[in-house]
């Protein structure tokens, strides 16, 4: 990869660093051409400090270092895309991240469900939302709309009707969620142990 760092007169190309698993935003750093090559030659994400005036393995000191994974040059070849695996917060002053945000898995839309779900859970006042009654019915009740909806989507999977088998396999993970939630469980939790059987 060529990287352009005659680009700015101070021979610096910015490097944002991501986190290579939750794909969260950890930090922005700089680099030249000899921090570049020490990262790629140790897999330590290392940087030129514009305060120290020298080149910076990012904890050296504290022992929260950047493993790289990856780098990516943008198409201008004037800055980076640094994958990594951290250990330990990223900022200096503890935060997982420079912005003082949490780096933890995001699953999307099906985060901010999980969010909607908890809220109904929470919210003992509701009586007109589906998902506040099931709870308010209890454990044996959630847990049965999950095996109910497990057997549509296997009869669903059997017959040629996508649609009809997307539609069962959303209600079967809608439920499922519920019954996270039930036991005080979430997509985090599962997506650890996912990642401890790789």
């Known amino acids: 990869m060529k ?10 190309v910015p490097a944002i660093v991501q986190d290579a698993v939750t794909k969260n935003v950890l930090m922005l ?3 030249n051409e000899e921090a570049y090559n020490k990262t790629i030659e140790t897999k330590k994400v290392t940087f030129f400090s514009r305060s120290k005036k020298r080149l910076w393995t990012k904890g050296e000191e504290s022992g929260n270092i950047l493993n790289l994974v990856d780098i990516k040059s943008d198409c201008d070849r004037d800055s980076l895309l640094v ?3 951290p250990v330990g917060p990223t900022c200096h002053t503890g935060s997982d ?3 003082d945000l949490e780096n933890k898995s995001s ?8 969010k ?3 809220n109904r859970k929470e919210n003992k006042e509701d ?3 589906y998902v506040a009654s099931l709870f308010r019915k209890g454990i044996n009740k959630i847990a049965q709309k999950v095996g109910e909806e497990a057997v549509e989507v296997v009869i669903e999977a059997k017959d040629d009707n996508k649609e009809l088998f997307l539609n069962e396999s959303a209600d079967l993970l809608f439920h499922y969620l519920i019954l996270l939630q039930a036991k005080e469980c979430t997509l985090q939790d599962i997506e650890e142990i996912l990642k401890s059987r790789i």
């Open 3 to 12: 990287i352009d760092f005659q680009k700015n007169t101070d021979g610096l």
């Open 29 to 31: 750093g700089y680099m």
């Open 83 to 85: 994958f990594v695996n």
């Open 97 to 99: 991240t420079c912005w």
């Open 107 to 114: 699953f999307g839309f099906l985060s901010q469900l999980e």
């Open 116 to 118: 909607v779900i908890r």
């Open 127 to 129: 009586t007109t939302s």
